[in-house]
């Protein structure tokens, strides 16, 4: 439609027309769309969540030799999947930044039962 002369609709000529990898706006909405909004909010949320399970895995675990406070996956899903049912991506997220420690790239009910979830 940008390139139709029988097109009345103005924003689409006001936009850039491609952007290229290295371009600071590459793979960005456009600023103060709704869509940069909605992005804003959603981390916001996931970021609520993930301190959310650091004080869970801080209440339930114990503290250990380290001083760090450590938590079963199994007794961490239990008690977090009443709260949130996205309790393993959100051990990843907090992984991402640095926030816990555990073994493995993904953790899977019943089989991972077992593996430690360490609180940095």
């Known amino acids: 439609q ?3 002369p029988f097109s009345t609709d103005h924003r689409l000529a006001s936009r850039p ?22 992005g804003k909010d959603a981390h916001s949320h996931v970021g609520k969540e993930v301190e959310e399970l650091c004080l869970i895995i801080r209440r339930t675990g ?13 007794q961490l899903f239990e008690t977090y999947v009443t709260i949130s049912n996205k309790v393993v991506g959100i051990l990843l997220r907090a992984r991402k930044h640095g926030l816990v420690h555990f073994e493995g790239e993904m953790l899977w009910q019943g ?4 593996v430690v979830i360490t609180l940095l």
């Open 2 to 4: 940008r390139k139709n």
């Open 17 to 38: 027309a491609h952007t290229r990898r290295g371009d600071p706006t590459y793979g960005r909405p456009p600023e103060g769309s709704r869509t940069e909004q909605r």
């Open 62 to 74: 114990e503290v250990g030799e380290d001083g760090h406070v450590s938590v079963t996956f199994g």
């Open 111 to 114: 089989k991972d039962d077992d």
